[in-house]
């Protein structure tokens, strides 16, 4: 007999971590966060909507088929754009001031923003941050289809860079990276006594050596990191996600190991990547549910905290549970979608994107094993272990549409 859990508040996977996604609101979440802990993250990310006026999507590839062909998707809302200026700049200045609270002294934010939006942020920026904390306004400049004659291609996004104080940790070094050989064309070329190549340009009487084989920090213009195409294997599917390497970037330059990075439109999760490869710890929030899912599929299971309700209605499905000598198998043998109000979906096991077996504490699911599909291996595993003194097993199903149900097994 399977019993539905819809008091489940929380879901650990992989024991206690370093990252955590919240689903909700991201003022909502962040005056809680403000009350339990202020002054907590030492870098804040935040790719907040650019006042586009527009409707965006996630793209979720179904099934074994549509992992591996990338042609079977559902197109599901992942946010609307879609708040007049008045009410947008409103919401701006709130998120901004909650995150101000949650920076750390020496905390740095970057707001991720683009034409519409840059330079009515930058005012506010000015005026919750403080016009002698503004830092850098960087400009990430990039390749994409599309060109219009009516104006210049509009080609690049505008990072702002604010510090809570003057005493903020921003460490450049960390970030550099070799030049690349088709940038520095308009540099002439040397070698060393110690037979070293290196470039060479000469201004006011002075000459500036930059040797091939160390690495040179960033300017505040970058092209040197591509947008994501539409066939990158990063991709999961996101409307605007953006790509590992510039967030890493700033990971890199603006926290340090241990450190809490903090995204409150955490979306595709590529910040939780970048955080937690550099040994950071990492707090998300998000409106849609789907961000759960993306983050699952960055993290595979280990060490992520999982806040959010779970989803309405139920599929079907069949569990069968194998007691052994030192563990229990639990094997997922049926599963169909639930299709309420959704229109065509995928059938049988195509309609399942992950699912977890634990157990639970209170209001707490806690997994012992867990499968989501992969960009490696479209293909799931349909059959999970538990340990033998778990007496009520229980397990999380996740479908193709992002949503979340726990069953306890009976």
Known sequence: ?????????????????????????????????????PGSASLIYMDPPFMTGQQ???????????????KGEIQLPSYADTLPRDEYLAFMRETLTLCREMLADDGLIFIH????????????GDEIFGE??????????????????????????????????????LHIDDAAALLRQDKKNHLSRGVDEDGRAYRYIVSGGKTYRYYEDEPVPPSDVWTDISHLQQRD?????????????????????????GD???????GAATALEAAVSNGRRFLGIDQCPIALTCAEKRRSGAGLTLDAEPSQGAPEFDVEIVQGITEQKVYLTRFM???????????????????????????????????????????????????????????RLTDALGRRYFFMIR
């Open 260 to 266: 809490l990075v903090l995204d409150p439109f955490c």
């Open 337 to 395: 979608i639930d299709g309420t109000d959704t229109g065509p979906l995928p059938e049988g096991f195509d309609g399942l994107d992950g699912w977890a077996a634990g157990y639970v504490e209170g209001e707490e699911f806690i997994a012992c094993d867990s499968e989501t599909r992969q960009f490696s291996g479209p293909r799931l595993k349909l059959c999970l272990s538990l340990p033998m003194e778990i007496e009520t097993p229980a397990v």
């Open 132 to 169: 002698n904390n503004f830092v850098n306004e960087i400009i990430w400049a990039y390749e994409s289809g599309g060109r219009s004659r009516r104006f210049f291609a509009r080609k690049h996004d505008v990072i702002l860079l604010y510090a809570k104080t003057q005493d903020y940790d």
């Open 56 to 70: 965006f999507y996630a793209h979720m590839r179904v099934g074994e088929g549509g992992w591996k062909s990338g």
């Open 1 to 37: 007999m399977y019993v539905k859990l819809d008091a489940i508040k929380r879901e650990k996977l992989g024991g206690e971590g370093s990252a955590r996604v919240i689903i909700g609101d991201a003022r909502v979440q962040l005056k809680r966060l403000t009350e339990e802990c």
């Open 113 to 124: 923003l683009d034409f519409r939006a840059a330079a009515r942020v930058r005012v506010l």
């Open 233 to 257: 294997p990063q991709r999961l599917g996101y409307d605007n996600q953006k790509p590992l390497k510039l967030l890493d970037r700033i990971v890199r330059a603006a926290s340090r190991a």
